[in-house]
């Protein structure tokens, strides 16, 4: 876990009812990738795999490409674990191929240390993408942040997943009443990219509204 506090992930997972076995909703996806992010935490990556190919399945179903990337990462990571470096590998080739297009480094940056030292044997898929992945500010001290993670009262235990950059700069956008139309034209994004960082951002902050995600980020003193 990016926090290194897995007691504490062990128990969010808990309490949330989650299971390996839940049928993809597009609304716990978030939710259900930290779960995944436990299971491997705590050295269960067949049972990450088994949530993981469900939610494969679903978003190749539904077109959603977005979501796919992340999947295809996290599922590197389980075959990695399982000892199937050949199809982690496979894995991330695919999550690449659709990432580096549209320019999506922050679903490989989040991951941190555990993805981008299994970049270098697949970056012949897209080698400029894979060099500012590994060149991210930021990106160096990832595995610090792991080896020390920060103290559990250094962040809100009950968020197990922290927010992007972009995440917080969309929630303050929706506290100060804009709507998706109105924070897709500030950011210059489209409407559905704005609604994915709002699905997100209900996910990690493990809520079912926008209004409800407000009250929550004030609560944790993110905005």
Known sequence: MKLGNVEAA????????LSPTDPPAFLREAEHFTYARVLLAQNRPAEARTLLDQYERFARKGERYRSLITICILQARVRQALGHDEQAYACLEEALRLAAPEGYARAFLDEGQSILKLLPPVRHVAPAFVDALIAAPGAEHQGAREAHPEHPDARPPSLIEP????????????????????????????????????????????????????ARARELALI
């Open 10 to 17: 062990a128990r969010w997972a808990e309490t949330s009812g």
């Open 163 to 214: 927010l992007t950059d972009r995440e917080l700069e969309v929630l303050q956008l929706v506290a100060s009443g804009m709507s998706n139309g109105e924070i897709a034209g500030r950011l210059i994004i489209t409407v559905g990219t704005v609604k994915t960082h709002v699905h997100n951002i209900c996910g990690k902050l493990a809520v079912r509204s926008r209004t409800q995600a407000v």
